[in-house]
């Protein structure tokens, strides 16, 4: 893999930087800074080499519409304050503030371009589309890429796969960090070894989860995917997230993990409510007993119970998501009771 040393004498050179500042905001403040910190290592590196460093980052989904709920201006008033950094924002993705920007910058200073889903392309299916945008706009503003942004690197979005074959690029501090970590726990884990996986969807992980039912002893299964897991045994799960096209590959999970030994751990409560909303009435039922008018948002007290006594007998857990919608209070008890029995 190619490092940031791989790309040479960066003095003077404009360097694209793929972060992920994908950060909670609550009423324009930023909740949790964790992501801009876990971005300033490899973004000291290239403004102590002299590079002119040019950050791609997104916010939110704004749906390729300039929103300013989804700004990223909040971002880089607190990258400055943690990098001790000028750190300037384009008012817009790719144009005239975005070219005045770059070209403004000085040697070991930062430039963040607005939210790249600000532009309809940066995400589009439609391959043509996105490579414009890379070819035609981000290139133009860089001499050399870094992808950093760990939480999109599986995306093919223009920002993170279309302008890594148009630049000379590299991988960040980050990414190589994730991945030696990664590796030592797909490689030869002390056992037993667990999973747990949460997140909206199955088909997001579906990769990861064929190729960790060959490696895990425990494979935990929470947050909005849960729902396809527990509709492919044969549950009704109301108005919960539930991917129907999927419920025969979890099938096919469920009898892999049977045939491999693998100890399947699934909810056997959860928390829901009539909509998806904080202050939304929360109850716990069980699995079996899921309102057709209700939405799962949450596992529950005995699943919270059910994960942790499990977790405690691994010597080895690699965590994936959330349990529940955690930025509810009233629905984030799974995530916490997950995050508190791995600290111990």
């Known amino acids: 893999m190619r490092t940031i040393s791989s790309l040479g004498d960066l003095r003077g050179k404009r360097v694209l930087v793929r972060s992920d500042f994908n950060v909670p905001l609550k009423d324009g403040v930023i909740t949790d800074d964790g992501r801009i910190r876990a971005a300033l290592p490899t973004l000291k590196t290239l403004t102590d080499a002299g590079a002119k460093v040019v950050i791609l980052a997104h916010l939110g989904r704004p749906k390729g519409k300039v929103d300013p709920a989804f700004s990223l201006a909040p ?48 995400t589009s299916k439609v391959d043509e589309e996105r490579e414009e945008l890379a070819r035609r706009e981000y290139a133009k503003l860089g001499d050399a890429f870094v992808s950093d942004g760990f939480g999109v690197v599986h995306r093919k979005q223009a920002s993170v796969y279309d302008i890594a074959k148009l630049l000379p690029s590299a991988a960040g501090l980050l990414v190589l960090k994730e991945i030696e970590s990664l590796s030592k726990v797909t490689g030869d884990p002390e056992r037993p070894y667990g999973v747990v996986l949460g997140g909206s969807k199955v088909s997001d992980k579906l990769g990861v989860i064929a190729n960790l039912l060959k490696k895990a002893d425990m494979l935990f299964i929470g947050g909005g995917m849960a729902f396809t897991f527990l509709a492919a045994q044969g549950y009704s799960v109301g108005k919960s997230l539930l991917e129907s096209d999927q419920i025969d590959t979890v099938k096919g999970y469920i009898a892999e993990a049977a045939e491999r030994g693998v100890d399947l751990v699934l909810p056997v409560d959860v928390v829901v409510a009539p909509e998806f909303s904080a202050d939304a009435p929360a109850t716990v039922v069980k699995v079996d007993a899921i309102p057709d008018d209700q939405m799962g948002l949450d596992i529950g007290p ?43």
């Open 75 to 122: 971002v880089a008033k607190r990258l400055a304050e943690l990098s001790g950094v000028k750190v300037t924002l384009a008012t817009d993705v790719v144009g005239e503030s975005a070219a005045a920007t770059v070209a403004a910058l000085g040697e070991g200073e930062i430039a963040l371009l607005e939210n790249v889903r600000y532009d309809a392309r940066e």
């Open 302 to 344: 005995e699943s919270q119970k059910l994960f942790a006594d499990k977790l405690a007998t691994a010597k080895t857990v690699a965590w994936n998501g959330p349990m529940g919608v955690f930025e509810f209070e009233a629905f984030s008890g799974g995530t916490r009771a997950v995050a508190e029995a791995l600290s111990k």
